[in-house]
């Protein structure tokens, strides 16, 4: 195994051996994952109570004004090891601030144990990927250039290791702004029935919640816990801000001023929910229409890379092995 040289694993036969089994490992990945996610809803709901009452127990706690509050066994505590590291070094004043903080309550990780792993991760993938990156330059494929180009790729990879816990927060972040966004219009005229037959916004907000979490299961939390802020917090102009700035979405930032002028000047909730629930459909509508009319550009490269030249194959190829057989 270690005495593999580098032109061993450049050769054809090698790239093709691994470039066939990652075929396969991504096909496998793509069928198996679905199949053993189940369902993410009763997961996610169930975080969702445990922040519910957690904010329950923050607000006895101000009411009280108790030194001491019992929201600290509901939160998820990090690991030991990652707390006592992220401490010493004080990795939460140097790497961190409120927008880390809000960066992950936008990518669906709350509590204290998501920015201690965050921070961990940060600060361990670099030094992790750079030693593997010197054990495989040095011991694996004992490339014949000199030991500092080595060292410049190891570190080059660290480099990279540094910032993929943030591209990973950035995907995720990504992901659930798309799901939230695809179901906004859909729940906004929910929304916008339940008010109409006489319920309060709470009870519309927990009624909506428990409607669209088969479309997004991140909408479905972030109405659950707007719902729940409505219920305990003082202001309801922070539960409506709150649930802006979770989702980090201008239609849904927009939605949350229209309910607070809504309610500072007596207006009717319904209209300001009707006015917005058209703004948001027509807003989807015109975002897919943007992709749609996106779409033929993006297919040339592909179609004259991998099309045109199995076209002129199949057209040219009966011709040339004709003309072959004849001079």
């Not at 009280?64 to 006592?84: D, F, G, I, S, V």
């Not at 750079?130 to 990879?157: C, G, K, S, W």
């Not at 949350?256 to 207006?267: H, I, K, P």
Request: hydrophobic letters at 50%; proline letters at 5%; one cysteine or more.
């Amino acid at each position: 195994m270690f005495g593999l040289s580098f032109a061993d694993l450049a050769s054809q036969q090698t790239l093709i051996a691994l470039l066939t089994t990652v075929a396969v490992a991504g096909t496998v990945f793509s069928l198996v994952m679905p199949l053993l996610e189940g369902d993410r809803l009763k997961g996610r709901m169930k975080s969702v109570a445990l922040e519910r009452d957690q904010m329950r127990a923050r607000e006895r706690a101000r009411l009280a004004e108790e030194k001491k509050a019992p929201r600290a066994a509901l939160r998820n505590q990090p690991k030991q090891h990652m707390q006592r590291l992220v401490d010493r070094l004080n990795l939460k004043a140097l790497m961190s601030d409120e927008t880390t903080r809000m960066r992950l309550v936008q990518a669906g990780f709350r509590g204290t144990k998501p920015l201690y792993t965050y921070l961990f991760a940060r600060l361990v993938m670099p030094v992790l990927l750079f030693l593997v990156a010197l054990f495989y330059l040095f011991v694996l494929v004992q490339m014949d250039v000199p030991p500092m180009v080595n060292v410049f790729i190891a570190a080059l990879i660290a480099f990279i290791g540094y910032y993929a816990p943030d591209l990973f927060l950035k995907n995720k972040i990504q992901n659930r702004q798309t799901s939230i966004n695809r179901a906004w219009p859909d729940a906004l005229d929910l929304m916008l029935i339940c008010v109409e037959s006489g319920m309060s916004i709470e009870v519309a907000f927990r009624k909506v919640s428990e409607e669209i979490g088969v479309q997004s299961i991140p909408l479905a939390e972030e109405l659950t816990l707007s719902n729940a802020e409505l219920s305990y917090l003082g202001d309801r102009k922070v539960a409506y801000e709150n649930l802006a700035k979770r989702t980090g979405l201008e239609g849904v930032k927009n939605v949350s001023l229209a309910l607070v002028q809504a309610e500072r000047y007596g207006t009717p909730i319904s209209q300001a929910l009707r006015v917005m629930a058209d703004e948001n459909r027509s807003q989807r509508m015109q975002m897919a229409e943007k992709k749609a009319a996106a779409l033929p550009p993006k297919l040339t490269v592909p179609m004259i890379v991998f099309f045109l030249p199995v076209l002129l194959a199949v057209i040219i190829g009966p011709v040339v092995i004709q003309a072959m057989k004849t001079f």
